[in-house]
């Protein structure tokens, strides 16, 4: 069973937490660098990529989720955490961090603002049926690196992309209950 940390300071935490305990995971809220050193992956969850940047940085937790990252660790971002694995931000503020990793530049805010939210039904590479997602304030990415792959699009851009051990979607997978996209996640820790 591996164990996977979620980026617990801020944000969409205790779905992402739910999902994966129920596919058989050790799930656990990680705040602190001791927690991060128990993870066979992580998962950064959506909120506001900017304050989670901040508090990472406050709670001593950038510098090694950098280090991680760069090491290997399977990791996971939705929707703000997409930002925060980016590599390069449009449309973020001037002093805005990340952890990087993904040979992506991603767009903030890309499909509007919070009263542009909206819901689609995706075709996501690897699964036989369509993904239900829910983008809230979300953002898409407007370039790719050679090494990524794109797993959904929606309105024309890229919304879910792997890049060796990393993983991203610009929706929400934890919010519909159907943990297939976590479970992609979860085949990614395992392999």
Known sequence: MPSIG??????????HLQTLTALGAD??????????????GLVLPGGESTTMAKLARTFELLEPLR????????????????????DRIEGGTADQETIGGLDVTVRRNAFGRQVDSFEADLAFAGLADPVHAVFIRAPWVERTGPG???????????V?????RLMATSFHPEVEGDGRVHRVFLDLVAG
């Open 6 to 15: 979620v980026f617990a300071l801020q944000g969409d935490v205790r779905e």
């Open 27 to 40: 799930a656990f809220p990680v705040r602190r660098p001791a927690e991060l050193a128990r993870c066979d």
């Open 67 to 86: 280090s991680r990252v760069r090491e290997g660790m399977p990791t996971f971002g939705t929707c703000a955490g997409m930002i925060l694995l980016a």
């Open 148 to 158: 990524v792959e794109v797993l959904a699009e929606a309105q024309g851009h890229p």
């Open 160 to 164: 879910a992309v792997r890049q060796g």
